[in-house]
């Protein structure tokens, strides 16, 4: 299934958009998924971001993973280069001290910890991603859009739901 085309209508008023967004997501229009759909607006609006569903959010596990790996691998990185050292004399100190350990295994916490973030950022993001060109500039003044990426057999009836909740203006790319 090639999601190629996209479709964007406007709406003027917020709850005929949160209408449409219910009617969408009622809809069983093969080629369609509510994965694919985007709420653009100027302002946050709770009532449509919930008629949209929860969408999962795997940041925190990246970040939790880069917590880990971090500190887990900085400790074993420094002890490891400190243990290098058992043919030299101590003086009767422990070869691998814990307390000045905890220090730089805490820097490099917080380090694999940013790094996973960041790089998941940009990987669920999908800030690389090519971007449609459909955009009015009616969304940044008051205008709420819904845009939808869909199978092209798919339009036709996507564009019936749009015009039957009055929408103002629908415009599509294949």
């Known amino acids: 299934m090639s999601k190629s085309s996209h479709i964007l209508a406007l709406f003027g008023d917020f709850e005929e958009a949160t209408h449409t967004i219910e009617a969408l997501r009622d809809a069983s229009i093969p080629g369609f998924s509510m994965r694919d759909v985007t709420l653009k607006s100027p302002i946050d609006h709770p009532e449509c971001a919930d008629a949209l569903g929860r969408r999962p959010v795997y940041i925190q596990i990246f970040s939790l993973l880069g917590a880990v790996l971090g500190s887990g691998l900085g400790f074993l ?52 991603r090519v971007r449609t060109d459909l955009y009015d500039v009616q969304i940044s003044l008051d205008k709420i859009g819904i845009l939808v990426a869909a199978d092209p057999k798919a339009i036709a009836r996507l564009r019936e739901i749009f015009t039957s909740h009055h929408a103002l203006e629908i415009s599509e790319t294949n």
């Open 77 to 128: 990185g420094i002890s490891s280069a400190q243990a290098n050292f058992l043919r030299q004399q101590r003086g009767f100190f422990p070869i691998v001290p814990i307390p000045p350990d905890m220090v730089i295994t805490y820097e490099l916490f917080i380090l694999g910890s940013v790094f996973f973030t960041i790089t998941a950022c940009l990987v669920m993001w999908r800030i690389y």
